[in-house]
């Protein structure tokens, strides 16, 4: 790696490179994740470029937000996250992976998500998630009604 690199972009680009491996083996398509800052703003954007292949689609937009208190990052807030086909096990392979890939590559401490509607709700507890139990409110700088929470 570049020496002169700073730590966190560092990892954003390791994180990029191993979801573009990680969709390509599901799905079967380079989805081209890229990250991006907002001057000002304490967190990265990490999404995919390329959403879909043929009949396979996939996006995945999120937001990795920084530690204010030390080097690295506290917390992954994810915006959008969707897989077709569907009810295949597609979408819970990909999200573990995923959540694998975050535990062996930041020292974020939780993930959050607002899901849509009870659907959405199903799955994402079926993949561990599980409603706030307010601990974390005081940390994050999101809305925090109807979070669901992963514990990493």
């Known amino acids: 790696m570049i020496e002169n690199r700073?730590?966190?972009?560092?990892?954003?680009?390791?994180?990029?490179?191993?979801?573009?491996?990680?969709?390509?083996?599901?799905?079967?398509?380079?989805?081209?994740?890229?990250?991006?800052?907002?001057?000002?703003?304490?967190?990265?954007?990490?999404?995919?470029?390329?959403?879909?292949?043929?009949?396979?689609?996939?996006?995945l937009n999120m937001r990795v937000y920084k530690n204010e208190n030390e080097k690295g990052f506290l917390y992954v807030y994810m915006l959008w996250f969707s897989v077709n086909p569907k009810k295949r096990g597609l979408g819970s392979i990909i999200v573990n992976e995923i959540l694998e890939l975050l535990k062996a590559l930041t020292d974020i401490k939780f993930v959050i998500l607002h899901p849509d509607d009870n659907e959405v709700k199903y799955f994402w507890v079926k993949n561990k998630f599980m409603p706030s139990n307010g601990e974390i409110d005081k940390k994050i700088d999101v809305n925090t009604r109807r979070i669901l929470v992963y514990a990493v």
């Open 6 to 59: 700073n730590y966190e972009e560092n990892i954003l680009e390791e994180l990029c490179k191993i979801l573009n491996q990680i969709i390509f083996e599901v799905l079967q398509f380079e989805p081209c994740f890229a990250y991006h800052s907002i001057e000002g703003e304490n967190y990265y954007t990490i999404h995919n470029k390329i959403k879909s292949y043929g009949e396979k689609r996939f996006d």
